[in-house]
């Protein structure tokens, strides 16, 4: 919007703070429920129903309760949280209070990703301003919110809720075994924690302006609300998009609004949610029935953009992170990239996790500068079969699900790239990512 500013003011003359005014009016439980009816998923990557969520706090402990906002967004390929940060960061700050006062916590801290140095100020500056202007203030009595930004370790492992838990204690950022340590119960300084996204609370905010059964009316079935997108790659327009859940196809995105491909060129592959969920081929088609029981048979250009059809399409919403190729990409250069970054993202605390994603780095490694051998195709799917679902958090699946889902379906142009590089014959792709 053009002339919006970051600061109080600005955010005030456009109806800010009026959610969190009517959240001081109603009782913790009744705002729980306002975001439990409403069906709002956590846009952090899982998906999870944070009115649900909520209601998993432990509350009979007598321990203090904290409320952690991720604003780490250390995914590949996603860019939304700090959009938000950097230019509407008020909407943050109000929707962090609503769900302070809906919780009962006393303490908020915003675990923001390293490199956000200029976001960590700005939402420093935000705090601040939401204090003097006294919405720190969460009930009659002149009970306060304390917010505390923290600037993060800089690690991908850190996204996952207990590994920032451990790096806001001041420990390396290694996850947690769930159970027994599930935020809700053993947390931040073993207290009751509730873990949520930026966007998420972002929506928090607009659930309490319009109520949470106005709420569930938007989006689609199982995915209320709006999603951010944020469209990255080979396409005429990359930007972040709001779009209503269901509300569009892949295909109206990515020509419509994005603008299509580049001059000259076709899409050939797309990884919806984020560099950790599962690659989607231009050209495949998805058959079968939503949970609802409603039967589907699209092309990827047909398929909605809601949580719910991209899960049945075989991937899944994640973070909103989409990333697009096409045909001037060679696709074993595209996954030695992941490959590369995932195993140095391994925070080396699980055996097939650390083991798996240095050899699925070293093997797509090899490929690309001339030494891959045809077996080495099926090698990469095993490793990754191996990884999958055996390690403390999803850090295992984010470095298997590429792989398993490219050389289920770029099997064929890996071996070509392997026995083209062993003939000496000069590769046919304009792109070479690494």
Known sequence: MQGYTTDIDCYLRHGGYAAFRKALTMEPAAIREEVRVSGLRGRGGAGFPTGVKWSFLDRKSGKPVYLIVNADESEPGTFKDRRLIYHDPHQIIEGTLIAARAIEARRVFIYVRGEFQNGARILERAAA???????????KDGASIAIVVHRGGGCYVCGEETGLIESLEGKRGTPRLKPPFFPAVLGLYQ????????????????????GGATFAKTGAPGDTGTHLWGVSGLVRRPGLYEIEAGAATIGELLHDLCGGPLAGRTFKALIPGGS??????????????????TAFDWKLEDVPLDAVSLTASGSSLGTGGMIVMDDSVEMIQALANLNAFYAHESCGQCTPCREGSLWLARITRRIIRGGGHMEDVALLGSIADQIAGRSICAHGEAAAWPVQSAVAKFGDEYIESIRRSASGTPSPFALRLV
């Open 129 to 139: 301003e939401a204090a003097q202007h006294g919405f720190c203030l969460t009930d």
């Open 191 to 210: 207290c009751p924690t509730i873990v949520n996204n930026v966007e998420t609370l972002a929506q928090v905010r607009r659930v309490l302006e319009i």
């Open 276 to 293: 950790s969920t599962k690659i989607l081929k231009f050209g495949e088609r998805f058959t079968g029935k939503l949970p609802n029981g």
